[in-house]
C-alpha cells in the first residue's frame, strides 16, 4: 500500500513539476513577444484625451503661465514633468516645450498654437514612453525649428526621444530647418490629421517603424520625404510629396491604400538593404553613405510590397526600386519614370536574388528603357513590356486596345521616354494587344505570363534578365492619375 501511495506521490510530483515548467516557458515567451512588440514600435495607439480635463498651459513670449505641479516654465522653456494631458494655446517666437516624463505617458493638445525656436527644437521630448501629439478640431497650429538655412547641427521641429504618435482633427505645419520636420529615435505613427511638412532633410523620419494612416500630409523634402530604418507603412490618407530625394524609403515598404502623389529627384519608394551597393539614382553609386546605407548586409531582405492605393510617380531615379523583392499584388498605379537610360521605372534586386512579381493590380511603368526591369515569370499576371524605336513626349497619350480594338487603357504621358510596361487583372494569355503612343504603334501578343518585345531592351545591371521579361495590359483604372495629381498640385 505504501509502495502505491509513493509512486502516486511521484507521480504527482512529475507532473506539477511539468506544468510549472510549462507555465514557466509561456511565461517568458509572452515577455519576449512584449518587448520585441516594445522595441519594434508597432503596436502604438492614439490615447483617448479630453479638453476639458487637461492642464491648461498658455504661451506668451516671455509670460507663459500654467498653474499645474506637472509643468516647470524656464523663460521661455516650458518643461513637461509627469504623465497627462496637456492643452497648449498661445505662441513663442524662442522658445520650446520639452516633455521630461520618465516611462510615461504625455500627450499634447494643440489649441491654435504657434512655437518658434530658431535654435534648436520646437518640441523636444527628452523622455517619456509615449508622446501623442494631436491636433483640436478647427485649428492651426505651426511648429518651426531653426530658420531659413540648413544647420550643421542634427535635430528637428518635433524631437522625440519616444514612440510619437499624431492625429486630431486640425491642421499642423511643421517646418524643419535645422534638420528634419519630423523625427523620432524609435517609432511614429500618424492616423489623422492634416498635415504640411517642409524639412532641410526629411520630412518624417522614425529610426524604426512608421505608419501613416488616415491622414492628409503635404511633404517637401530636402532629401527623403518619408523615411523609417526598419518598416514603412501607408494604408489610406492622402500623401502628397511635392519635392524629395527620394520619396517613400525603408528596408520594408508596404502600402495598402490610400492616394499617393510622389515627385522626386531620386527614386519614388526605395526599399533599402541588401548585399550589393546597388540602389540611388546618378551619381549615387560611388556616395559612401548610400553604400552603406543600401549594402547593410545586418538587414532583413528587403521587401517592397503594394496591394492597394492609387499611385503616381514622378520620378528621375528609378520609379518603385526594391535592392530585394518587389511585390504588387493590388492597387492603381502609373510611373512617370526616369528620362535618363541610368534608372527604370521599375527595378528589383534581382542581382541579389530578388523577384519582380505582380499577381494583381493595374500598372503602367514608363520611362526610359536603358535600365527597363518587368515582372519576371514567378508573376500570377499578365504583364507586357514594350520599347518603341523613337521616344514619345510629355504630353503624348498611351493607349492600350484589344484585339477587337476595344480600349483598355489610356493616359497622358508626364515625361519622355520610350518603354512601356504594363500590367492588369484583364489580360489573357494568348490575346493580342496594340500600344499606340502618338504615331507610335506596336503589337504584342500574350504568349507566356510576362512577354517583352524583341526590341525592349532589358540588359544591364538591376535591368529584366531573359526569362523575366515582361509587362502587361489590362482594364483602365477608375479615375485619372493625372487629374488627382492636379487636384493635389
Not at 500630409?217 to 510629396?241: F, M, Q, R, Y
Request: net charge negative.
Amino acid at each position: 500500500m505504501n509502495k502505491t501511495k509513493n509512486i502516486l506521490l511521484s507521480i504527482a510530483v512529475v507532473l506539477v513539476a511539468a506544468l510549472l515548467f510549462v507555465a514557466v516557458y509561456i511565461i517568458r515567451q509572452n515577455a519576449g513577444d512584449s518587448e520585441s512588440d516594445s522595441a519594434s514600435g508597432t503596436a502604438i495607439s492614439v490615447p483617448e484625451a479630453d479638453l476639458d480635463s487637461a492642464v491648461k498651459i498658455h504661451l506668451e513670449q516671455g509670460g507663459s503661465t500654467c498653474d499645474d505641479s506637472g509643468v516647470t516654465i524656464e523663460e521661455d522653456k516650458i518643461i513637461i514633468n509627469k504623465a497627462g494631458t496637456y492643452a497648449l494655446e498661445g505662441s513663442l517666437t524662442d522658445g520650446k516645450v520639452e516633455v521630461a516624463a520618465s516611462e510615461a505617458q504625455v500627450v499634447l493638445l494643440l489649441n491654435g498654437v504657434s512655437i518658434k525656436n530658431p535654435n534648436g527644437k520646437a518640441i523636444d521630448v527628452d523622455d517619456a514612453q509615449l508622446t501623442s501629439i494631436q491636433t483640436l478640431a478647427d485649428t492651426e497650429n505651426t511648429l518651426q525649428g531653426g530658420e531659413g538655412e540648413p544647420d550643421e547641427v542634427s535635430g528637428a521641429a518635433i524631437s522625440a526621444y519616444s514612440d510619437l504618435a499624431l492625429s486630431g482633427q486640425g491642421k499642423l505645419t511643421v517646418l524643419g530647418y535645422r534638420k528634419h520636420a519630423i523625427k523620432s529615435e524609435k517609432s511614429i505613427l500618424i492616423s489623422s490629421g492634416d498635415y504640411v511638412l517642409e524639412a532641410n532633410e526629411d520630412g518624417i523620419h522614425a529610426d524604426d517603424s512608421l505608419e501613416l494612416q488616415e491622414a492628409n500630409i503635404e511633404i517637401k523634402a530636402g532629401d527623403d520625404a518619408v523615411h523609417a530604418d526598419s518598416s514603412l507603412t501607408v494604408s489610406g490618407g492622402e500623401l502628397k510629396i511635392t519635392e524629395a530625394e527620394e520619396g517613400l524609403e525603408s528596408n520594408q515598404i508596404s502600402v495598402t491604400g490610400g492616394n499617393i502623389s510622389i515627385t522626386s529627384s531620386d527614386d519614388g519608394m526605395n526599399a533599402f538593404g541588401g548585399k550589393n551597393n546597388m540602389g540611388g539614382g546618378p551619381g549615387r553609386l560611388l556616395d559612401e553613405e548610400n553604400q552603406k546605407e543600401n549594402a547593410d548586409e545586418d538587414l532583413p531582405e528587403p521587401n517592397l510590397n503594394i496591394s492597394g492605393g492609387e499611385i503616381y510617380i514622378n520620378a528621375e531615379g528609378d520609379g518603385i526600386d526594391s535592392n530585394g523583392n518587389l511585390n504588387i499584388s493590388g492597387g492603381q498605379i502609373f510611373v512617370d519614370g526616369p528620362t535618363n537610360g541610368g534608372n527604370g521605372a521599375l527595378d528589383s534586386g534581382s542581382e541579389n536574388g530578388g523577384e519582380i512579381a505582380i499577381t494583381g493590380g493595374t500598372v503602367l511603368a514608363a520611362g526610359a528603357s536603358g535600365m527597363a526591369e518587368t515582372f519576371d515569370d514567378t508573376s500570377k499576371q499578365y504583364s507586357f513590356q514594350v520599347a518603341l524605336s523613337e521616344n514619345y513626349q510629355s504630353g503624348d497619350t498611351v493607349t492600350i486596345t484589344d484585339g477587337d480594338g476595344k480600349e483598355i487603357y489610356s493616359h497622358e504621358l508626364g515625361k519622355t521616354g520610350n518603354n512601356i510596361v504594363f500590367s492588369s487583372p484583364d489580360l489573357k494569355e494568348g490575346a493580342s494587344y496594340t500600344v499606340k503612343v502618338g504615331d507610335q504603334e506596336e503589337t504584342i501578343t500574350q504568349d507566356s505570363i510576362s512577354v517583352a518585345d524583341e526590341s525592349s531592351n532589358t540588359m544591364g545591371m538591376g535591368g529584366g534578365h531573359p526569362g523575366r521579361q515582361g509587362g502587361g495590359f489590362g482594364q483602365r483604372p477608375q479615375g485619372d492619375f493625372r487629374e488627382f495629381q492636379e487636384t493635389n498640385s
